[in-house]
């Protein structure tokens, strides 16, 4: 209790904590720290099954076949896709959609989005037709993606000829991406979260148990990368990479995850850095919240997916369409062995390497000992506002100090900063028509732009109508709010980290600092600038130069703003396409929170 009790001491374990969360952290990327992956799943255990798949190269011709049919029709070829699948024995359906974007999409150029889904069902002829599994591949524009839908086409036929399928599996080409595949889940689960126009799906299989997302865009392949994060940061069931993995070391495919490659020489200071930068580029994938894959929108509905996607980036290797096949029909016998759903592995992790991840149970006590300088930090006000005032050599106490504090000047900037919250996250959107109008700006631009006003406008707004409205403040009166700051931002950080904590562990690397150190007796101007330099909206930016970076992909301040921008017009985007939760996250929540402590320093 002493040590809790002397102010000294608090502020020494505050720092003591803050350098340890950073070395726990680090550490989890060093290989005997963490955990070797295992088959968890006993229905995908080892067999003495061996995969054949023989149709390589008319997969290949199949998917050149594709791209002639698809320049043809300027889009999906439909009616050629539903007699090819029709061929092979499938049920075939479509389904069409339209999606009008709330602003358009600059990256990709559209606004108004019309598509049609083709999918083909292969009937389970051993079970009564209750589960299923799905193999997606999206039509995407261009060149892109086309030995994609040729091998899954291959793969349709050559299941066909089997006859140990117990579970249904859904053959889909999905045009327009995201859009086309959050369009298909809803009409398959009959929801729609999104506002989407969508028809009716006319065929469905059983309960999807796991599905795959397929992306090839080229003939030769070096190597299979596998892209786990999903929507919110969700992330499939620790099973599915395992099977991945264990495959690619059976048939001797090269395989990464992150687009880099597995090293050995874990004790060496290149090899740990290796670790490190594969789990930093998981950690900032996650924590973006958005789908990296057709594969990010399964996880909404609790199905197990993921996407594999060719790289030719390793010119010392190549893998051919047939060893591909062979790996994907030995995943799909494995997950066709499933009884239950997947479950017993880890649904929380960071995977440094395909061979080694990080439990749960070991990054989360680096969070943990984040919010033990909130708690530290709350006990130290509430000590102050509890101890009673000093006495004058008169004997008489401090009148101001014996007053208790006045609800309206706490009350008042939080109320203003949550304001500006609702104006930041509402106001962008709705404004567009009006700046576009006024000013020489596209409706991206108009939506980035309005929103990055709003979010400077907030950095006047509470202090001053702090002024106005209650005059001049106390200092219990900041103490109060500070308390009341440090414990919102502790539940704050608290939730966001269970259910994305890479996105929990970055606000609370840069939130957590100014809520520890920030008073209104600190110097002005420099403390100022480190609340900007540590505010969300540069984190972001910061966030942007440094996921270059571990991409090996730097870029120059001039190429990383136009970066930022875009990632704010997508994390909008993402919102009112998918239900993405960061963007109203920091509006409606971290950016108020934030606003508190910039009102705490300029507390008079």
Not at 368 to 377: D, P
Not at 570 to 577: A, K, V
Request: a neutral charge; proline letters at 5%; charged letters at 15%.
């Amino acid at each position: 209790m002493g040590l809790l009790s002397d102010p000294n001491r608090r502020q020494a374990l505050i720092s003591l904590t803050i350098d340890s969360r950073v070395a726990w952290f680090m550490g989890l990327a060093f290989e005997p720290f963490t955990l070797r992956t295992y088959m968890s799943e006993n229905a995908m255990g080892s067999t003495m099954v061996e995969e054949r798949f023989p149709a390589g190269e008319r997969a290949l011709a199949t998917g050149r076949e594709f791209a002639a049919h698809k320049k043809k029709a300027d889009g999906m070829p439909v009616d050629w896709l539903v007699k090819t699948m029709q061929a092979r024995g499938l049920e075939v359906f479509t389904q069409s959609f339209t999606r009008k974007l709330p602003f358009p999409d600059e990256n990709k150029e559209r606004y108004l989005v019309k598509g049609t889904n083709v999918y083909g069902i292969l009937r389970a002829p051993r079970a009564p037709r209750t589960e299923a599994l799905v193999l997606s591949a999206p039509c995407s524009p261009g060149d892109n993606n086309n030995q994609a839908v040729g091998l899954l086409l291959g793969l349709a036929q050559y299941f066909r000829n089997q006859i140990f399928w117990a579970k249904d599996i859904i053959f889909l080409v999905n045009e327009h991406d995201l859009i086309g595949m959050q369009a298909w889940l809803e009409g398959y689960h009959h929801t729609n979260t999104t506002g989407m126009d969508w028809s009716p799906l006319q065929g469905r299989g059983g309960s999807i148990q796991a599905a795959l997302s397929l992306e090839l865009s080229s003939d030769v392949i070096t190597s299979l990368d596998l892209v786990l994060e999903g929507l919110n940061g969700q992330l499939p069931n620790l099973d599915l990479a395992n099977l991945f993995y264990a495959f690619c070391q059976k048939i001797g495919v090269l395989c990464t995850i992150q687009g880099k490659l597995q090293r050995n020489d874990w004790d060496s200071v290149s090899g740990y850095s290796h670790a490190v930068q594969t789990m930093m580029l998981m950690v900032m994938k996650q924590a973006s919240g958005r789908p990296w894959g057709d594969h990010g929108l399964f996880l909404r509905y609790h199905i197990e997916a993921a996407t594999i996607k060719g790289i030719n980036s390793f010119r010392q290797f190549k893998t051919d369409t047939t060893t591909i096949g062979r790996l994907l029909e030995g995943m799909y016998r494995k997950l066709n062995n499933l009884l239950e759903r997947l479950h017993q592995s880890y649904f929380f992790y960071l995977m440094p390497s395909l061979s080694h991840f990080v439990s749960i149970g070991y990054y989360m006590p680096a969070f943990g000992l984040l919010a033990v300088i909130l708690l530290l930090r709350a006990l130290d006000l509430w000590v102050q506002l509890v101890t009673p005032p000093q006495r004058t050599e008169d004997g008489v106490a401090d009148i101001e100090q014996q007053s208790s504090p006045e609800v309206l000047p706490v009350l008042t900037p939080l109320v203003i900063s949550h304001l500006t919250g609702v104006a930041l996250y509402i106001l962008p959107i709705r404004f567009q028509d009006m700046a576009v109008e006024h000013f020489p700006v596209s409706e991206t631009e108009a939506v980035v732009l309005t929103a990055i006003a709003i979010y400077t406008a907030g950095l006047a707004l509470p202090h001053n109508t702090h002024r106005l409205l209650a005059g001049e403040g106390t200092e219990q009166g900041w103490k109060v709010l500070k308390l009341v700051a440090v414990l919102y931002l502790a539940v704050l950080l608290g939730c966001t980290a269970l259910i994305n904590f890479s996105l929990g562990f970055i606000l609370a690397l840069t939130l957590v600092p100014v809520a520890a150190f920030v008073t209104p007796h600190v110097p002005k101007v420099l403390s100022a600038f480190i609340l900007v330099i540590l505010s969300p909206a540069c984190t972001l930016l910061f966030s942007v130069f440094f996921f270059q970076e571990l991409q090996e992909m730097p870029v120059s301040f001039q190429e990383g703003w136009l970066l930022y921008l875009s990632v704010i017009s997508q994390g909008i985007l993402d919102h009112s396409l998918y239900g993405s939760l960061v963007y109203p996250l920091i509006a409606l929540l971290v950016y108020p929170c934030w606003l508190l402590f910039w009102n705490i320093l300029f507390w008079k």
